[in-house]
């Protein structure tokens, strides 16, 4: 299929990288659960899990259009861009409210490859998509928090050596909002694992080496803690909206990737899956310009989360028996795409955002 957007050249060098992982490749890592050590070694190496990072760290300094593209054409190359993603979204915390210190310490090292930040440690059992409820605490012993809790769908914790935590620095009953006394750290895995971090697996449908996290008393030093104590919440809003761009631009690769197995019976899902397209370019130019962009972010995601599960059923009923068969990678990008009507966010909660916070309607839930 022929795409006619903007930003070719760097469409053609993701998709020739791509062209080096066939299908045959991530079928065996799904059978395997395993994770792409090297096409994330090849992302690397040619600077793309740097993408956001400036230049004068030694990133490629992109915007976030250009960082969904790449995540968008290693969808529709049939490839999984999850280990991609999760270091260009938890970014925008380090990016936007990381210390000068901070940026000098970390950036140059994960642009290299040398370090990687892949695990974000934001959702808990009990607050689900509420993150103003969680209840993980970070209580702060001299130069040093204290932090306890569990932590639940948190993937690539074992391939990151970074994690960006969400936890509660001043107790709920003491802030006059829900959404006040959360504070944002980075957290060295290499530190904490073993050291009071327990890592459990979680079998999920598709590959995605997740986990659940519990906290007993890991010592976090001071000067990993980001921006301003108790404004976390905001912080991490730009991690999440990045996040649901981004979400929006691999269900927009996997659409094409459905459609284009699919051409005859997959009309109707192709126009979804462009207009999708359209929303979420408007996502990440807003997002680039520092404007906000939370209802067009969350609208994007379902639009294309939508489009792709549209597409993505369009082509089992084509392909029929042969769908569900391994060998036609059909049924794995099937569960794979399914994923993303629940999660980041699922698609009746951002139904409630834009009635509550674009139409004015009273809140819901």
């Known amino acids: 299929m022929v795409h006619t957007e903007a930003h070719g050249d760097l469409r053609l060098a993701v998709r020739e990288l791509c062209r080096r992982f066939p299908a045959s490749y991530w079928r065996e890592l799904d059978q395997q659960r395993a994770y792409p050590e090297a096409f994330v070694q090849a992302m690397t190496e040619a600077g793309y899990l740097g993408a956001l990072i400036p230049k004068e760290y030694g990133g490629l300094g992109m915007s976030l259009v250009e960082a969904s593209i790449i995540l968008e054409e290693i969808n529709g190359s049939g490839g999984v861009a999850g280990p991609y993603h999760a270091q260009v979204y938890t970014m925008g915390t380090l990016l936007r409210h990381g210390s000068e210190a ?28 509420d993150t103003t409820s969680i209840t993980t605490t970070a209580v702060r ?11 639940i769908f948190i993937s690539r914790v074992q391939h990151s050596d970074l994690m960006i935590l969400l936890a509660r620095t001043t107790p709920l009953e003491q802030v006059k909002k829900k959404s006040q006394g959360l504070s944002v750290f980075l957290v060295d895995l290499r530190e904490a694992v073993g050291n009071g971090l327990t890592v459990k697996p979680i079998r999920v449908i598709m590959n995605n080496n997740t986990n659940e996290l519990h906290f007993n008393q890991v010592a976090v030093p001071v000067e990993n803690l980001i921006g301003a104590e108790g404004e976390g919440f905001r912080y991490i809003l730009d991690g999440m909206n990045a996040e649901r761009i981004l979400i929006a631009a691999e269900c927009i690769g996997d659409g094409r990737w459905f459609i284009e197995r699919a051409t005859q019976r997959g009309k109707q899902a192709h126009i979804h899956v ?14 680039d310009r520092g404007e906000p962009g939370g209802a067009e972010a969350n609208m994007a995601k379902l639009l294309a989360a939508d489009a792709s599960w549209e597409a993505a059923n369009v082509a089992i009923q084509t392909y029929g028996g042969y769908g569900l068969a391994a060998d036609y990678d059909i049924e794995r990008k099937f569960r794979e795409t399914r994923l993303y009507q629940v999660a980041p966010i699922s698609t009746n909660l951002i139904l409630s955002y834009v009635a509550e916070h674009v139409l004015g309607l009273p809140r819901s839930f």
Do not use: D, H
């Open 102 to 129: 901070q940026k000098q310490a970390y950036l140059p090292k994960i642009a290299r490859g040398e370090l990687r930040l892949q695990a974000f440690g934001v959702t808990e059992p009990e607050a689900g998509t």
């Open 141 to 151: 012993e001299g130069n040093r928090y204290i932090v306890n809790g569990r932590k």
């Open 274 to 287: 462009e207009a999708a397209n359209l929303m979420r370019l408007r996502a990440a130019e807003r997002f």
